[in-house]
């Protein structure tokens, strides 16, 4: 944090980041200004490409950057909960320099003692000028924002810079506080003919080691990580990471019946990663005993009409307990439920050049769908890119009844 000289790729970047460029012409300390952007859009830029960095859950992805006479003194973003907000961060860096600079901040300045103390007083008491902020804060919970404050005590205060970029980076977060609900991004691992596993049920391994490794760093990036208990038994994973630098995330399996078998990697490996199954309330309370003995912790929720669990239920128990971002890793059942709700937010496909034929899995989602293409959910600006020898093709997803 905090380093002018830094210039770097953010290949991880957060989950509902839209892409920026210009960083690295940002960072350097020197910018010419291009044709159609402005030089606040351009330190702007510089604030959001570097608030993708970290992993601040529960609170929201935040950069900021400090210019004086069109010098970049630094850039930094909030690395974890409990460190330095991105302005201090960034204030810290530049030192007494900051006196009389501008601030570049991607969401207005908070004006609340939280685990630390409002980063207003610290804009203040480093003589800041002017304040550039992107988007307004849509915490629900906040009472009295940053901006007025500031501009009572005479700094220049301009929002609503790169306003839908700033609104992408905070996207998970703006759910949970404003819906109490997580972020879900769909992983889905698919053949050429979009099948999801072979006529015996395997699906190990469709995609290349470039694709599983990028799915690893997904899932470093994510709080927890969600399969249905069909998965777990036809592929007994660890959905840990491993490929990839990071800390797994929780790992949660809908259960309603705890049908996970006591030898699964998954009660395995509960000691040492936190493992938690959403079951019914009908469930047995002996089986939940063995498996809390193992480690795992069992939640539970109504089922259903159907006998399943309920997902909003689910999902904001899994809120509740910090979750803000979830990355749902199938089968196809459970992304079925998901999109049937719309409750998906994003998707991860990654297309393997392969067939697999019609025997085993229906489709890779298995829900009703829609009844013609121009109400499918859809990737808005999706992005291709190249795994090894598999496409991936990811970015938010748009329901057409919902717009
Ligand atoms: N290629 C990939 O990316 C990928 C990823 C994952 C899995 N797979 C493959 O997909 C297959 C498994 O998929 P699947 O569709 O059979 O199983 P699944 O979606 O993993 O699990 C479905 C089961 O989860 C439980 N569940 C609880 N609440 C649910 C809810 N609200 N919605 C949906 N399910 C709920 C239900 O069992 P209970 O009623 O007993 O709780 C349901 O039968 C395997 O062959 C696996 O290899 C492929």
Same mark, same amino acid.
């Given at each position: 944090m905090g380093d002018v000289s830094r210039n770097t790729q953010d290949q991880d970047a957060a989950p509902a980041a839209t892409s920026a460029d210009g960083e690295g012409a940002a960072?350097?300390?020197?910018?010419?200004?291009?044709?159609?952007?402005?030089?606040?859009?351009?330190?702007?830029?510089?604030?959001?490409?570097?608030?993708?960095?970290? &992993?601040?859950?529960?609170?929201?992805?935040?950069? *900021?950057?400090?210019?004086?006479? $069109?010098?970049? !003194?630094? =850039?930094?973003?909030?690395?974890?909960?409990?460190?330095? &907000?991105?302005?201090?961060?960034?204030?810290?860096? *530049?030192?007494?320099?900051?006196? $009389?600079a501008? !601030?570049? =901040?991607?969401?207005?300045?908070c004006n609340h003692t939280g685990r630390t103390p409002p980063c207003t007083d610290a804009i203040l008491a480093a003589g800041i000028s002017r304040v550039v902020f992107g988007c307004e804060d849509p915490n629900p919970h906040v009472e009295g924002k940053g901006a007025d404050k500031l501009r009572a005590a005479g700094v220049e205060v301009q929002g609503g810079v790169l306003r839908d970029e700033a609104r992408g980076l905070i996207a998970p977060w703006t759910k949970h506080v404003t819906r109490g609900l997580p972020y879900i991004s769909l992983k889905l691992a698919l053949s050429l003919d979009g099948r999801i596993a072979t006529r015996s049920g395997s699906s190990k391994w469709i995609t290349g080691e470039q694709a599983r490794a990028r799915v690893h760093a997904l899932r470093a990036k994510h709080d927890a990580v969600a399969i249905g208990i069909g998965t777990a038994l036809?592929?007994?994973?660890?959905?840990?990471?491993?490929?990839?630098?990071?800390?797994?995330?929780?790992r949660v399996?809908?259960?309603?019946?705890?049908?996970?078998?006591?030898?699964?990697?998954?009660?395995?490996?509960?000691?040492?990663?936190?493992t938690w199954i959403i079951a019914s309330t009908d469930a047995s309370p002996s089986t939940e005993e063995a498996l809390t003995t193992r480690g795992v912790e069992v939640l539970r929720v109504p089922a259903s009409a159907e006998g399943r669990i309920e997902p909003l239920p689910a999902l904001r128990m899994l809120a509740a307990r910090g979750i803000v971002t979830l990355m749902v890793?199938?089968?196809?059942?459970?992304?079925?439920?998901?999109?049937?709700?719309?409750l998906a937010d994003e998707l991860h496909a990654f297309l393997a050049p392969v067939l697999l034929g019609p025997r085993g899995r229906p489709g890779a989602v298995d829900w009703a769908g829609p009844s013609t293409p121009a109400e499918a959910p859809r990737i808005g600006n999706a992005r291709w890119e190249l795994c090894g020898s598999d496409a991936y093709v990811h970015g938010p997803l748009v329901y057409p009844e919902r717009a």
């Open positions: 960072v350097r300390g020197s910018f010419h200004e291009s044709a159609g952007t402005s030089p606040d859009e351009r330190w702007m830029n510089a604030a959001i490409s570097d608030g993708r960095r970290g &992993h601040p859950s529960p609170n929201p992805h935040v950069g *900021a950057a400090v210019v004086k006479d $069109g010098v970049l !003194l630094s =850039v930094a973003h909030h690395e974890t909960a409990g460190t330095d &907000h991105a302005e201090l961060a960034a204030l810290k860096a *530049a030192g007494d320099a900051a006196r $009389g501008t !601030l570049y =901040v991607t969401l207005e300045p036809a592929d007994d994973p660890r959905l840990t990471v491993r490929d990839a630098e990071g800390t797994s995330p929780v399996i809908f259960d309603t019946s705890l049908r996970l078998p006591m030898a699964s990697k998954l009660v395995a490996s509960a000691a040492d990663v936190p890793e199938g089968g196809a059942e459970l992304a079925g439920s998901l999109l049937a709700g719309q």
